[in-house]
């Protein structure tokens, strides 16, 4: 039931960095949060975590 350890985690990997950076940059821009998540298709609880990684 383990998930394989080989696997690289998600919030180091080049697309996590970028997709949080996007997110950040829509933030920044005045987007508010439930419209980001709807373009993205991401739930609102994602984008907070998201946003909270990269700032």
Do not use: C, F, H
């Not at 039931?1 to 985690?9: A, F, G, I, L, V």
């Not at 940059?25 to 439930?34: P, Q």
């Amino acid at each position: 039931m383990n998930e394989d350890k080989t696997k690289e985690e998600p919030e180091n990997s080049k697309y996590y960095q970028q997709r949080n950076v996007l997110i950040k940059e829509l933030k920044d821009s005045g987007m508010a949060v439930t419209d980001i998540s709807k373009k993205i298709g991401l739930r609102d609880r994602s984008i907070y975590d998201a946003l909270k990684r990269v700032t």
